[in-house]
């Protein structure tokens, strides 16, 4: 059975900086994708940025590029989502979730997700 769970969130000042992790289990993720996506209270969930995992192609989406830094540790089986100037805007629950073959930016074909790790950043 295919496990994702995400850990490192936490309450950090603006300007601050966190790691989050998604570490995987139940099989191998060569050829899939893997991708974070946010979820801001009465927002919908929103994608942030992903990689492939045989390749270790990434893509982000514009709020985020330049701040946010997506990577894997194919030893270890998981993903890494460092993340640097952190602005208010950026409190969410973050979720990480797994799909067949390329990025998408939608939730569509991410047939795996974590539980989610709760970012706050205060003002």
């Known amino acids: 059975q295919v496990q994702l769970v995400e850990s490192g969130g936490g309450l950090v000042q603006a300007g601050g900086s966190l790691r989050l992790s998604c570490a995987a289990s139940?099989?191998?993720?060569?050829?899939?994708?893997i991708g974070w996506f946010r979820q801001a209270p009465g927002k919908e969930r929103e994608f942030v940025a992903a990689l492939t995992w045989s390749r270790g192609s990434t893509y982000y989406s514009d709020s985020v590029k330049g701040r946010f830094t997506i990577s894997r540790d194919n030893a270890k089986n998981t993903v890494y989502l460092q993340m640097n100037s952190l602005k208010p805007e950026d409190t969410a629950v973050y979720y990480c979730a797994a799909r067949r073959s390329y990025i998408a930016t939608t939730m569509v074909g991410y047939d795996y997700w974590g539980q989610g790790t709760q970012v706050t950043v205060s003002s």
């Open positions: 139940g099989r191998t993720f060569s050829g899939y994708a």
